[in-house]
């Protein structure tokens, strides 16, 4: 049971890249969420899914894009990178809507 | 939109000592509040959570109070010791998160 997988750990973009960032979960949790975490500002939630089929804009879509195929995958799409996308990106997943477990984070430098 | 606020932003105590971190929320609706433990380089981890419908929760060493009247809830650590030494958050959730700004505490030992 490896819970909330994220790839890449790290990752540096120039400006106009594009590049999918990966989540997988093998916990059969129907929530699924991106947050990004930049210093000093907490977490603020990109996009989230509340099962297969299903995705929903949070607080700061702008730039992102998602999809929800399966129950298991939540990959989050950066179309054309931009420096104020440099962040460290979490995603999480939860059975119920509460106790998210998060991933690992992949750290995004956009130059 | 919810809007939560965490004070203090830093937090330094001596180890053995109580440590609190609160945080105030705007949306009545809010029903469920976690915290969470980040320590550097890695994932946030859920240390504790409280229902609108409980007043305070004790996990061991550390406890949760919420006072949904004034809409704000607290984490407190007891009987410090260094590996408490990270950031916390706290969130109010209705339908999604809302996270605080975070916590960085210190443990002097």
């Known amino acids: 049971n490896a819970g909330v997988t994220q790839t890449p750990k790290f990752r540096i973009l120039k400006i106009g890249q594009s590049m999918t960032l990966q989540c997988t979960q093998d916990?059969?949790?129907?929530?699924m969420y991106w947050y990004r975490q930049d210093p000093g500002m907490g977490l603020k939630l990109i996009y989230y899914?509340?099962?297969?089929?299903?995705?929903d804009k949070g607080e700061v879509p702008n730039g992102y894009n998602v999809s929800r195929s399966t129950t298991e995958d939540f990959p989050l799409r950066l179309e054309l990178a931009a420096p104020s996308q440099t962040s460290v990106y979490f995603c999480?997943?939860?059975?119920?809507?509460?106790?998210?477990?998060f991933g690992s984070g992949t750290r995004l430098t956009v130059v | 939109g919810e809007n939560v606020e965490q004070h203090p932003s830093t937090l330094s105590v001596q180890e053995g000592d109580s440590a609190v971190i609160k945080c105030t929320y705007s949306?009545?609706?809010?029903?469920?509040f976690p915290w969470y433990k980040q320590e550097l380089g890695k994932r946030p981890q859920l240390i504790i959570d409280?229902?609108?419908?409980?007043g305070e929760k004790k996990d061991q060493r550390i406890a949760v109070t919420l006072n949904k009247t004034a809409k704000h809830f607290s984490l407190h650590i007891t009987e410090t010791q260094p590996e408490d030494s990270a950031v916390y958050f706290c969130?109010?959730?209705?339908?999604?998160?809302?996270f605080g700004t975070g916590t960085s505490l210190t443990v002097i030992p």
């Open positions: 949306d009545s609706a809010s029903n469920y």
């Open positions: 899914s509340v099962g297969a089929g299903i995705t």
């Open positions: 999480a997943s939860s059975n119920t809507g509460d106790g998210y477990t």
């Open positions: 916990m059969n949790h129907n929530y």
């Open positions: 409280i229902r609108s419908n409980v």
């Open positions: 969130a109010a959730s209705r339908n999604q998160f809302y």
